[in-house]
Nanobody, 120 residues
């Protein structure tokens, strides 16, 4: 079973940058799609960015041009570089691993979450 651990969250001023990292202690990182999601209490968890096993990326419109997702398969790690941070980016950020079990079927694994606060 996969175990995801995030790091890099914290407090940053508007306009600042943070880099989140997520490392998988399992054995299937290389072949799986990864993603970063975020959630504000009382709101639904939303997709921030995703990256396929082949390196193709997608971003939420709200972060496009500011955030960059990347992966290092040798280290079983996915990163989220967050630049030009805004107060509305404040949330708990979760790392996601999607393990395909068949066509249009998959299991999701989640990290514990790392809080990001953007405030002056």
């Amino acid at each position: 079973q996969e175990h995801l651990v995030e790091s890099g969250g914290g407090l940053v001023q508007p306009g600042g940058s943070l880099r989140l990292s997520c490392t998988d202690s399992g054995r299937i990182f290389r072949i799986n799609d990864m993603g970063w999601y975020r959630q504000v209490r009382g709101k639904e968890r939303e997709v921030v960015a995703r990256i396929t096993s082949g390196g193709s990326t997608n971003y939420a419109d709200s972060v496009k041009g500011r955030f960059t997702i990347s992966r290092d398969n040798a280290k079983s790690t996915v990163h989220l570089q967050m630049n030009s941070l805004k107060p509305e980016d404040t949330a708990v950020y979760y790392c996601n691993l999607r393990s395909s079990t068949g066509w249009s079927r998959y299991d999701d694994y989640w990290g514990q979450g790392t809080p990001v606060t953007v405030s002056s």
